[in-house]
Nanobody, 125 residues
Framework: QVQLVESGGGLVQPGDSLRLSCAAS????????MAWFRQAPGKEREFVGA??????????YYADSVKGRFTISRDNDRNMVYLQMTSLKPEDTAIYYC????????????????WGQGTQVTVSS
């Protein structure tokens, strides 16, 4: 098991960039696939992207809605995972969660074991 805490959310304008961080505790962080999900009011939790335990740039995958705009990275030595968001749109407004799982390629929230409490991202002019 791993404990996760997100940070870095805030209020930004359309077109801005923002980086979210997820700090993890636990001995086994470096064996987990790490993912980001988001949830807007009245909506289901939505997959954003995920990254392989190796943390190599090409070993990641994303929802079509954020592909080309968002990038996931991780630092296993520091037990950190990041979500770099660019060209933000109002429809990106949501609470963003990081999650830990063990199946590379998964896009379903039910397939991730551990979750953070979330951080709010609001994109508005």
């Amino acid at each position: 098991q791993v404990q996760l805490v997100e940070s870095g959310g805030g209020l930004v304008q359309p077109g801005d960039s923002l980086r979210l961080s997820c700090a993890a505790s636990g001995r086994t962080f470096n064996i987990y696939i790490m993912a980001w999900f988001r949830q807007a009011p009245g909506k289901e939790r939505e997959f954003v992207g995920a990254i392989h335990p190796l943390g190599i740039g090409s070993y990641s995958y994303y929802a079509d809605s954020v592909k080309g705009r968002f990038t996931i990275s991780r630092d296993n030595d520091r037990n950190m995972v990041y979500l770099q968001m660019t060209s933000l749109k109002p429809e990106d407004t949501a609470i963003y969660y990081c999650a830990a799982g063990d199946r590379y390629g998964s896009r379903r929230s039910s397939e991730y074991r551990d979750w953070g409490q979330g951080t709010q991202v609001t994109v508005s002019s």
